[in-house]
């Protein structure tokens, strides 16, 4: 099993940054990809951002430009910087690891607001 735990969420305002953070133990060697994925109130969970063993990123549309993935595999840390942030990314936000199972973390809360 993949256990992952994330942090970094929060309020913030139009136009400012955040870092998500999502650290992965257990069986982290069996990892081929891991991302995030957002979701708000009544609509499906979306991938924002996922980066692959071999270091390949891909990103949805709406955050091209703005939010960047990136690991530490010797921290088996995943991280989503989020610049330039508008109110339509409020939402929570999984962290997502792939194996031959899908695991998910529980989500962190980010609102952006004035």
């Known amino acids: 099993q993949v256990q992952l735990v994330e942090s970094g969420g929060g309020l913030v305002q139009p136009g400012g940054s955040l870092r998500l953070s999502c650290a992965a133990s257990?069986?982290?060697?069996?990892?081929?990809?891991m991302g995030w994925y957002r979701q708000t109130p009544g609509n499906l969970r979306e991938l924002v951002a996922r980066?692959?063993?071999?270091?390949?990123?891909n990103y949805a549309d709406s955050v091209k430009g703005r939010f960047t993935i990136s690991r530490d595999n010797a921290k088996n840390t995943v991280y989503l910087q989020m610049n330039s942030l508008k109110p339509e990314d409020t939402a929570v936000y999984y962290c997502?690891?792939?194996?031959?199972?899908?695991?998910w973390g529980q989500g962190t809360q980010v609102t952006v607001s004035s």
């Open positions: 257990g069986r982290t060697f069996s990892i081929v990809a």
């Open positions: 980066i692959t063993s071999g270091g390949s990123t």
């Open positions: 997502n690891a792939v194996t031959v199972y899908d695991y």
